[in-house]
């Protein structure tokens, strides 16, 4: 079984889902599925690179929680860095690594950058 004491930190985990806007278009928005999860983040890897004359850094972290059904590549996890949920870290899920603790943890490989917009917007 895994320590509670090791997931001291918490986070929402979020679907990418299809609305309507106030037009009648559909726009990619995202909707928390878990909220407040315990976890733990740890840096996994990261490196800088040259892009199109714009330097990015690309961080890969690893994310550790009690396990839960249905978790996919192409969700997301926030979390919130204030109590007022104004200032946040978005970690885009990269890869959700196949469980050998039967079903008792989980462990997500994601990515942080930078960069303005990544898939913060739903892209």
């Avoid at 949920?85 to 690594?97: F, G, K, M």
Wanted: with cysteine.
């Amino acid at each position: 079984m895994a320590q509670a004491g090791k997931y001291r930190r918490r986070v929402d985990i979020q679907s990418q889902v299809q609305t309507k806007d106030s037009t009648g278009s559909v726009v990619p928005t995202w909707e928390t599925i878990w909220s407040a999860v315990p976890c733990s983040i740890n840096q996994f890897q990261g490196r800088g690179h040259e892009s199109f004359a714009a330097h990015q850094a690309d961080v890969e972290w690893k994310i550790a929680f009690r396990w839960r059904p249905g978790l996919d590549a192409s969700m997301r996890v926030v979390e919130y860095l204030n109590a007022q949920r104004t200032a946040s870290t978005i970690y885009n899920v990269e890869a959700v690594l196949p469980e050998a603790t039967n079903r008792r943890e989980i462990t997500l490989l994601c990515r942080t950058r930078e960069s303005e917009g990544f898939r913060a917007d739903g892209a």
